[in-house]
């Protein structure tokens, strides 16, 4: 079984501070997808960053990071220069042969 | 690209009519599409997986006669809620994901669907 742990249920940062969500997860396969979503206020689930475990680079975008530590089964999600727009809640996501499974999230709140 | 859209955005029924959910890939094939509940502040929760032209794989604990699920071409799903309760009421999203595209495995999702039933 595959399982995705968000611990920090709810965070908050500075407007154009750096924030980071963590995450971890358990699965037994070799090849996996990792994922994180964003969900606003208007519920709308958007991709923030995909990242493919076979590969070791962690991926970026623009202001979005990743840490991937495949050994230590830990996705954690890096947010730079954060922005009023970011507040929402963010949900990792693992997924393999279309089994996704999603974290708890964590409500982040960005403040002027 | 890979947008998804959903139809209606709000419903509100009577308990005991069905209600019929759509769900669009506009601009990829949809090879597989996925159907979520989420209640508030809570994470989303699969209820069941539709391959194109076969039937739809339901969670555990999901009542397949009850949320019938139809994806029949690669670009169209669709969830009916047959004989609605209360206890249904709730924020249906879909998802769309296309296997042998550029991003596999990757969900885009619809911007829900909030059902409230009387």
């Known amino acids: 079984a595959q399982t995705v742990t968000q611990s920090q249920p709810e965070m908050s940062v500075q407007e154009a501070e750096t924030v980071t969500l963590s995450c971890t997860y358990d699965?037994?396969?070799?090849?996996?997808?990792l994922f994180w979503y964003k969900q606003p206020p208007s519920r709308q689930m958007i991709l923030v960053i995909r990242?493919?475990?076979?590969?070791?680079q962690n991926a970026t975008e623009n202001r979005f990071s990743v840490n991937f530590q495949k050994a230590a089964k830990s996705f954690s999600l890096k947010i730079s220069d954060s922005q009023l727009g970011d507040t929402a809640m963010y949900f990792c996501?693992?997924?393999?042969?279309?089994?996704?499974?999603f974290g708890a999230g964590t409500r982040l709140t960005v403040k002027p | 690209g890979a947008v998804v859209s959903q139809h209606p955005s709000r419903v509100i029924c009577k308990s005991g009519t069905s209600v019929k959910i759509e769900c669009r890939s506009l601009?990829?094939?949809?090879?597989?599409m996925f159907w979520y509940r989420q209640f508030p502040k809570q994470s989303l929760m699969l209820m069941a997986t539709?391959?194109?032209?076969?039937?739809?794989?339901?969670e555990q604990g999901v009542e397949k006669d009850k949320f019938l699920i139809n994806h029949a071409s690669l670009t169209l799903s669709t969830l009916t809620v047959t004989s609605a309760h209360p206890e249904d009421s709730s924020f249906y999203i879909c998802?769309?994901?296309?296997?042998?595209?550029?991003?596999?495995?990757?969900?885009?999702f619809g911007p829900g669907t909030r059902l409230l039933v009387l």
């Open positions: 998802s769309a994901s296309e296997f042998r595209g550029p991003s596999p495995e990757t969900q885009y």
């Open positions: 699965t037994s396969e070799n090849n996996y997808y």
């Open positions: 990242q493919e475990a076979y590969k070791q």
């Open positions: 996501a693992l997924s393999n042969n279309n089994d996704m499974r």
């Open positions: 601009d990829f094939q949809a090879t597989t």
């Open positions: 539709s391959n194109e032209g076969s039937k739809a794989t339901y």
